[in-house]
């Protein structure tokens, strides 16, 4: 049940005020306090420092007498049974833990308890995950913190679903253009797990990631170790790509970049990954104002991979070159 698609509960204030505080012992603020109702005794345990998240929650329509919001508790909070508590309600409030104050763990226990009501089955992993699916568009550090989480309550003996956490972390990260943390996750990957299946998509995650934050100097000090590994087979016309990308930003590496093309050409010329490459041969002839040797390269781009982005610039080129053919 989501707060964004059951508008009869209202929504939260937008502008809520934190209020950090150094305990949380005064009598009677248990969880009744916090939320005005209990959770069948609950043990609500958190990690951060302690805050106390002032709202407002007229609009929910629940029956909250005192109307605050603990964001992070450092001890355990029991909370004693009240019956005006019903799923629906955990259910709203999880939402709004998740979606509003990006508070993963506190929206786990509500939505838990709320399953508990049911005499329904809970999964914490399964409830991170989908966590992490509603939070990945706009809060990204929300929705790696929920898989994180995910990760934590997977045995550390079963590896594989554990990369698996780890590379839907990588896809967020570039998801929301945060190559640099892309990077770095991908690199955990294959320096912790070297022994991983797919341990070269790693690889190719991690240079793909510093090709977007244009890291050319550390993709050169490392692609040709990757290149070589066996495990990197699969990835090796990326990651030769790459190369050639980095190369060409260098500016001063004319002959590698021509035979890195050259051997690109020869090997996967059927694959629009060389698309690029051709439209770049063409630039470097219209700079050199060889007009026809430009005009072959742009209509054999838009022939061979006519649905590629390349494909459209280099229809806009042949455009202009055709009227510099009439203009002489």
């Known amino acids: ?137 706009g809060q990204s550090h929300v929705a790696v913190d929920c898989l994180l989480r995910a990760m934590k309550l997977i045995p550390k003996e079963n590896s594989r679903n554990i990369v698996g956490l780890y590379f839907q972390i990588i896809n967020v990260w570039l998801n929301s253009d945060n190559y640099v943390l892309a990077a770095a996750q991908a690199r955990k990957i294959f320096e912790t797990y070297p022994d991983y299946e797919d341990v070269g998509k790693a690889i190719w995650f991690y240079h793909y990631a510093l090709s977007r934050s244009n890291k050319i100097d550390e993709i050169l000090a490392h692609i040709d170790t990757a290149l070589a590994e066996k495990s990197c087979v699969r990835y090796r016309p990326k990651l030769m790509y790459i190369k050639w990308w980095a190369l060409r930003r260098k500016h001063s590496e004319t002959a590698r970049v021509a035979a890195l093309e050259y051997q690109l050409l020869k090997e996967y010329g059927e694959s629009p990954m060389v698309a690029p490459i051709l439209l770049s041969r063409a630039t470097d002839s219209l700079a050199r104002q060889d007009y026809e040797e430009a005009y072959g390269s742009l209509a ?24 510099i053919r009439q203009a002489h």
Not at 303 to 322: H, I, V, Y
């Open 1 to 137: 049940m989501s707060l964004l698609r059951r508008p009869r509960y209202g929504f939260l204030a937008p502008k809520a005020r934190l209020l950090p505080v150094n305990s949380l012992r005064c009598a009677g603020l248990e969880l009744l306090g916090v939320f005005g109702f209990g959770l069948g005794g609950v043990d609500l345990t958190y990690e951060k420092p302690l805050h106390l998240c002032a709202l407002s929650l007229r609009s929910m329509n629940l029956p909250i007498s005192r109307r605050y919001f603990c964001s992070s508790l450092e001890t355990n909070v029991i909370a004693s049974p009240v019956a005006s508590a019903r799923p629906g309600q955990l259910s709203a409030l999880s939402d709004s833990c998740l979606l509003h104050f990006g508070f993963p763990f506190q929206a786990m226990v509500l939505a838990r308890e709320s399953v508990r009501l049911q005499s329904g089955q809970f999964s914490g992993i399964d409830f991170y995950k989908s966590a992490a699916e509603r939070c990945e568009r």
């Open 300 to 323: 054999h781009l838009v022939e061979k991979f006519p649905s590629t982005k390349a494909a459209g610039q280099a229809k806009r080129m042949l455009t202009k070159l055709r009227r």
